[in-house]
């Protein structure tokens, strides 16, 4: 698969997944009639995947300076999958739930909706990062893998810290949030 493919690829799965993300959000699909119960316990979970990913790039990060390299590409590979589970409960949640809001007069709302809004951003971003940290990575296995090398440490320079940024602000979120949902 040549380069530009790919790169067509990634932007397309970035544009759905944005997409989605917004038709969700403006409840445009219609919801079930009756939400089945495992949804009210997403958020929950949705928490700990973030959680998780955050300890699992902190520990690939450790295997890539100790030169692992085999570990650290199987600790992204499952990082990746858990990232992607997330997303898909995410989804399903968000298409599902009724929406929880900060109360207005809570003083940390301030707080609260930066830290929300950064980490939507910052989401919505590192997702092509990733993908392309990911493509970079893979392909140092191939012919030409030096210059691979190169494309994906300075790329992962960028989507390493946002992507541990959007994990562990996922959980602040949600720890903020928490005692706010009417389920």
Known sequence: MNDKLVFRIILGV???????????????????????????????????????????????????????????????????????????????????????????????????????ISHIILAAVVLPLILLSFYYGLKTQQEGGNLYISKHRKLTRWSFPIWLYVTITGVVVYRMISPYYTF
């Not at 590979?77 to 990232?83: D, P, W, Y």
């Not at 929406?99 to 609260?112: A, K």
């Open 14 to 116: 970035s544009i759905f997944v944005f997409i989605a993300v917004i038709i969700l959000n403006k409840k445009i699909l219609p919801v079930p009639d009756v939400i089945p119960d495992f949804v009210f316990r997403l958020p929950k979970l949705n928490a700990m995947l973030n959680g998780i990913c955050s300890l699992l790039l902190l520990l690939s990060l450790y295997m890539v300076r100790q030169n692992l390299i085999a570990i650290h590409k199987k600790l992204n590979i499952i990082t990746f999958c858990l990232s992607s589970a997330f997303l898909v409960s995410y989804i399903i949640y968000h298409w599902m739930a009724k929406e929880t809001t900060f109360p207005m007069d809570n003083s940390l709302r301030p707080l609260y909706l930066a830290i929300l």
